[in-house]
């Protein structure tokens, strides 16, 4: 009953570790160091790489820690937090297309008022106070213009830093995503280190002690798994270590 007692707290040692190593904030590793099962503690320590506030998670679960309710909690985080993102996406696309138009309208305005200007030239070439009048419109609508032209830049101004920040949002997605894939890989690994080795009566406390240190170290399971023979000693197995090292 002692040893299986050590060798829980062992892999809650090395579940504290790679926390640390991953800059989990100090507040979310005492919420790791106060839950006592190793799959929830493992869950939660994803959610707390991924963002997730685990202090409150832990408060509002009403003693009911259960990994399908961090894994609901986990996606309710991702479906609230990214959802806005793809409706950016849809504004800016719409802002494009009113842009888009804006300008084919401006264009068209600006060949009728020159074919209009035209025209009043051929027509009233005769008549300066007309020509004056011509000219007047004219100015008020080149104006006009300027000021949807004006309007256009800012818009497109807009657009581009709305761009920016979409992109800035999609990255830390992927990064957020790579986080998870590596969270779910190190699940695995722990979760078959525990059922391979701490719980093989083959190997002896010494030869567990030196296969968890290699775990905590980060050695990938596939290198330990060459090292982990149950006939050697630990000092051949600490040369084998070497020899995959280099």
Same mark, same amino acid.
């Given at each position: 009953?002692? +040893?299986?007692? @050590?060798?829980?707290?062992?892999?809650? =040692?090395?579940?504290?570790?790679?926390?640390?190593?991953? +800059?989990?904030?100090?507040?979310?590793?005492?919420?790791?160091?106060?839950?006592?099962?190793?799959?929830?503690?493992?869950?939660?320590?994803?959610?707390?790489?991924?963002? #997730?506030?685990?202090?409150?998670?832990?408060?509002?679960?009403?003693? $009911?820690?259960?990994?399908?309710?961090?894994?609901?909690?986990?996606?309710?985080?991702?479906?609230?937090?990214?959802?806005?993102?793809?409706?950016?996406?849809?504004?800016?696309?719409?802002?494009?297309?009113?842009?888009?138009?804006?300008?084919?309208?401006?264009?068209?305005?600006? +060949?009728? #008022?020159?074919?209009?200007?035209? =025209?009043? $030239?051929?027509?009233?070439?005769?008549?300066? =106070?007309?020509?004056? @009048?011509?000219?007047?419109?004219?100015?008020?609508?080149?104006?006009?213009?300027?000021?949807?032209?004006?309007?256009?830049?800012?818009?497109?101004?807009?657009?581009?830093?709305?761009?920016?920040?979409?992109?800035?949002?999609?990255?830390?997605?992927?990064?957020?995503?790579?986080?998870?894939?590596?969270?779910?890989?190190? $699940?695995?690994?722990?979760?078959?280190?525990?059922?391979?080795?701490?719980?093989d009566d083959k190997f002896d406390s010494e030869q567990i002690e030196f296969l968890l240190a290699c775990m905590e170290e980060g050695m990938c399971l596939s290198d330990i798994e060459k090292l982990a023979i149950p006939g050697i000693s630990v000092h051949v197995m600490k040369r084998l270590k070497a020899l995959c090292i280099k």
């Amino acid at each position: 009953m002692e +040893k299986e007692m @050590t060798q829980a707290e062992r892999v809650r =040692q090395s579940q504290l570790t790679i926390a640390r190593g991953m +800059k989990v904030l100090p507040e979310s590793l005492k919420v790791l160091e106060d839950v006592r099962d190793w799959t929830a503690r493992e869950w939660l320590y994803i959610c707390a790489l991924d963002g #997730v506030d685990i202090k409150q998670l832990v408060n509002n679960s009403k003693g $009911k820690l259960t990994v399908t309710y961090i894994k609901k909690c986990r996606d309710d985080f991702f479906e609230s937090k990214y959802a806005a993102p793809e409706k950016l996406q849809t504004d800016m696309e719409q802002m494009q297309r009113e842009v888009k138009e804006t300008c084919e309208e401006s264009r068209r305005v600006r +060949k009728a #008022v020159t074919e209009m200007i035209a =025209q009043q $030239k051929n027509l009233q070439s005769d008549n300066q =106070q007309d020509m004056t @009048t011509v000219i007047r419109e004219k100015d008020d609508i080149i104006k006009h213009l300027q000021e949807q032209i004006n309007v256009l830049k800012k818009d497109a101004t807009q657009a581009a830093y709305h761009n920016k920040e979409l992109n800035d949002k999609k990255s830390s997605v992927l990064k957020l995503f790579h986080g998870r894939v590596i969270g779910r890989k190190r $699940k695995s690994e722990t979760k078959k280190f525990v059922e391979q080795y701490l719980r093989d009566d083959k190997f002896d406390s010494e030869q567990i002690e030196f296969l968890l240190a290699c775990m905590e170290e980060g050695m990938c399971l596939s290198d330990i798994e060459k090292l982990a023979i149950p006939g050697i000693s630990v000092h051949v197995m600490k040369r084998l270590k070497a020899l995959c090292i280099k």
